[in-house]
């Protein structure tokens, strides 16, 4: 199995809701990876989980919370978010340290409204 | 944060034709890939370079890097229009001596007319 599972696929959610993002991968991979993607830019990096470990936060706003329960799944929660929030999130896995590729999910589109 | 600029942001060619992207990164990496993403979808990895390698082929892709210029390119040849998408280089560099950090470069989108 080289899958990335990401749901939902879409969501729409108003400024004051919150929801969670969800992400499953079942290839052994220790890192997983989210991602902020706005229409004709690349991907960003927002969070590293290495070892079920937050090990990296690029300076990502408080209203956007990451989880990682076990090796296999990684939730994002949305709390209070802004229009300008509306975007793709892709997670993504990999094995860690070493020179290995990464894994993609097909993201979630997200609408803030 | 974003890693490289990529060029040319888009180019168009006629199938059969020979696409090249290149690829321009600030700080020392374990390697750089590429990444292909159809109509805003996930990205798809089409092929890794070590740092301490300088080409590498895959089918009809070449990519070749040079940690010198801190610059890669990637070649498509006999381009189809199937090859329709966005291309994205992305450098790994291993953060703390353990977590890999991938940052994608601005990327290329690349259109093959039939």
């Known amino acids: ?113 | 944060s974003q890693q490289g600029e990529e060029d040319p942001q888009a180019l168009s060619i006629q199938e059969g034709e020979n696409a090249t992207m290149n690829c321009s990164y600030k700080t020392s990496i374990n390697n750089l890939q590429w990444y292909r993403q159809n109509s805003g979808r996930g990205l798809v990895h089409l092929i890794l370079i070590r740092s301490n390698e300088r080409e590498k082929h895959s089918g009809r892709l070449r990519v070749t890097l040079d940690t010198s210029k801190k610059s890669s390119s990637l070649l498509i040849t006999a381009s189809r229009a199937a090859d329709t998408a966005s291309y994205f280089c992305a450098t790994d560099a291993r953060y703390g001596g353990a977590t890999n950090k991938l940052i994608f470069g601005t990327g290329t989108l690349l259109a093959v007319q039939p």
């Not at chain 1, 959610?13 to 993002?21: E, P, R």
């Not at chain 1, 706003?61 to 296999?72: A, L």
């Open chain 1, 1 to 113: 199995d080289t899958e990335v599972t990401q749901t939902p696929k879409h969501l729409v959610m108003g400024m004051t809701n919150k929801k969670s993002l969800k992400c499953e991968q079942h290839m052994g991979h220790r890192a997983m990876y989210w991602y902020k993607q706005k229409a004709k830019k690349p991907p960003e990096l927002m969070f590293v989980y290495s070892y079920e470990k937050l090990s990296i936060n690029e300076s990502v706003p408080s209203r956007f919370s990451p989880e990682c329960p076990n090796s296999s799944l990684l939730n994002l929660h949305l709390h209070a978010l802004q229009p300008e929030d509306s975007a793709l999130y892709l997670c993504a896995s990999s094995f860690i340290n070493q020179d290995t590729e990464a894994f993609f999910g097909q993201g979630t589109r997200l609408t803030v409204v």
